[in-house]
């Protein structure tokens, strides 16, 4: 029992702990590469924004703001989720554990369609650069540049959520196992830094992807 | 054997009550938020709303991320990606801001 609900320790490690402290930083190292590649999407979106202010304030009025502050809300949501998902498997509370994790990723699953139902309102306003782009205003390069961005940004969190879901769902198989004690849940801890991640970075899309041009 | 240790280390569970304040910090903070897009302030709303997502992220990052309980070099390398990111920003702004 005990060998199967604690894995032994790869050889180049001291001890439990000494696993565990490089996994958790480990994590943290490949969240700070992700904020720089995320930050080059956030770099653009600046520049685009410094050359065209009024065109980016203009269309970003035209992005749906019922279903980005919904999302927005149910994100924020799976953020607590999971946080109380991470709190019960670090104590070996299996049903609780897995019930968190299932909760998450049903939401974050719900984000998803919204967001894809989202995309398919924007095709239908021709609003996507590419596939159908049907926008009039008195500069429409700089709009045309910003729905851009908006589905460059918000098309790869989508992807970063769509994984964060995978892994939460083999998270709440192994938890309801039964594979994670109060010894050992270093799985589910690196899982809630990286769903955290996914949320932080859908905090900052928020405002300037939904909130520009609307007073 | 997993009786006892599941009652053994209830015991040391954290407690719930900082996430759940965090979260309702979240929601209100994103509502301040959306309320204030719609007031006509020119460009303090920028400013506003992107001051609140900052401080939205650094709830997340310290509460739910435990960087209040991380240890240093943990603390680095979150700080690192924020710093570099900062940096990036901060150099290219300084480009195209200051271009006849």
Do not use: C
């Not at chain 1, 719900?110 to 008195?138: C, I, Q, R, V």
């Amino acid at each position: 029992m005990a060998a199967e609900g604690s894995p032994s320790v790869a050889s180049q490690f001291a001890g439990r702990t000494h696993q565990e402290r490089a996994a958790v930083l480990g994590i943290w190292v490949f969240l700070a590469t992700e904020a720089l590649f995320f930050g080059t999407l956030f770099a653009s979106y600046t520049i685009g924004r410094v050359l065209h202010p009024q065109a980016f304030a203009e269309a970003s009025s035209h992005t749906d703001v019922v279903i980005g502050s919904i999302n927005t809300a149910v994100l924020l949501t799976t953020s607590l989720t999971m946080s109380l998902a991470v709190r019960a498997g670090s104590v070996g509370w299996r049903g609780r554990g897995a019930a968190w994790l299932v909760v998450s990723v049903v939401l974050g699953l719900a984000f998803l369609g919204l967001k894809g139902y989202e995309y398919y309102e924007d095709w239908d306003k021709g609003l996507l650069p590419g596939l159908h782009f049907d926008y009039s205003g008195p500069d429409v390069q700089g709009a045309k540049l910003f729905f851009f961005m908006y589905l460059v940004m918000t098309a790869v969190h989508a992807v970063h959520l769509s994984v964060a879901v995978g892994v939460a769902s083999v998270m709440a198989v192994l938890t309801a196992r039964g594979r994670f004690s109060a010894d050992y849940h270093t799985p589910l801890e690196v899982t809630g830094l990286y769903w955290h991640f996914v949320d932080i970075v859908w905090i900052s899309l928020y405002p300037l992807l939904y909130l520009g041009g609307r007073s | 054997m997993n009786a006892q240790r599941g009652a053994a280390s209830a015991a040391k569970a954290p407690p719930a009550g900082p996430y759940w304040l965090t979260y309702l910090a979240l929601l209100a903070l994103q509502g301040l938020s959306l309320g204030s897009a719609y007031l006509p302030l020119g460009p303090f709303n920028l400013v506003i709303n992107v001051g609140i997502a900052a401080v939205m992220v650094l709830l997340v990052l310290i509460v739910l991320m435990h960087l209040d309980h991380a240890r240093a070099v943990t603390r680095i390398a979150a700080a690192a990606g924020f710093l570099f990111l900062g940096l990036m920003l901060w150099l290219m702004l300084a480009d195209y801001l200051t271009r006849p």
